[in-house]
T-cell receptor
Framework: NAGVMQNPRHLVRRRGQEARLRCSPM?????VYWYRQLPEEGLKFMVY????????ESGMPKERFSAEFPKEGPSILRIQQVVRGDSAAYFC???????????FGPGTRLLVL | KQEVTQIPAALSVPEGENLVLNCSFT??????LQWFRQDPGKGLTSLLL?????REQTSGRLNASLDKSSGRSTLYIAASQPGDSATYLC??????????FGTGTRLTVIP
């Protein structure tokens, strides 16, 4: 059973471009969480999704950020018109029933030039 | 709002020493607490999960305790090894949706 997969592992974008981060949860997991880790800071919750539904996006910046988890395919975190402050490691986690342990992917490190 | 603090921020110990990492949280209404390990440039590996009704969990050389009423948890590592060098993160779950993380303790075990 493969773990949580994230790609790309590293992503470089220029200011104003779009960044698309993908997350494939573990097999059998229908709950996906996205976290952001800014340099020298702890992980901060962004959004929680189930298949085709956003359950909680209270940690998501109001503008430029969006997330989806379609019926088929990976979860996508999309950042439009990136700025330098978006440079961070973005981690995805998945779980089966919501009270269970969250399993984390290796992260995508986004660098905005 | 839940805040999680980890002390110390960094720790260096000689190989073989026993050590304790500390985690405190401000809102004691938690469902569980989890300790993770993060290696440089890598993802998070779950080490131990303690449910709110439990006092401690053990896995090999690791022992985690939870005192919910005082808002504290400790991670005890016995007979430390260089391979234990990593950043250790504490996270609490206060609702269904997300974990609140501390900023971590960066551990270096010197051979």
């Amino acid at each position: 059973n493969a773990g949580v997969m994230q790609n790309p592992r590293h992503l470089v974008r220029r200011r104003g471009q779009e960044a698309r981060l993908r997350c494939s949860p573990m097999k059998g997991h229908s709950h996906v969480y996205w976290y952001r880790q800014l340099p020298e800071e702890g992980l901060k919750f962004m959004v929680y999704l189930q298949k085709e539904n956003i359950i909680d996006e209270s940690g998501m910046p109001k503008e430029r950020f969006s997330a989806e988890f379609p019926k088929e395919g990976p979860s996508i975190l999309r950042i439009q018109q990136v700025v330098r402050g978006d440079s961070a490691a973005y981690f995805c986690a998945s779980s089966p029933p919501v009270w269970e342990t969250q399993y984390f992917g290796p992260g995508t490190r986004l660098l905005v030039l | 709002k839940q805040e999680v603090t980890q002390i110390p921020a960094a720790l260096s110990v000689p190989e073989g020493e026993n050590l304790v990492l500390n985690c405190s949280f401000t809102d004691s209404a938690i469902y569980n607490l989890q300790w993770f390990r993060q290696d440089p440039g890598k993802g998070l590996t779950s080490l131990l999960l303690i449910q709110s009704s439990q006092r401690e969990q053990t896995s090999g050389r690791l022992n985690a305790s939870l005192d919910k009423s005082s808002g504290r948890s400790t991670l005890y590592i016995a007979a430390s090894q260089p391979g234990d060098s990593a950043t250790y993160l504490c996270a609490v779950r206060t609702g269904a949706n997300n974990l609140f993380f501390g900023t971590g303790t960066r551990l270096t075990v010197i051979p």
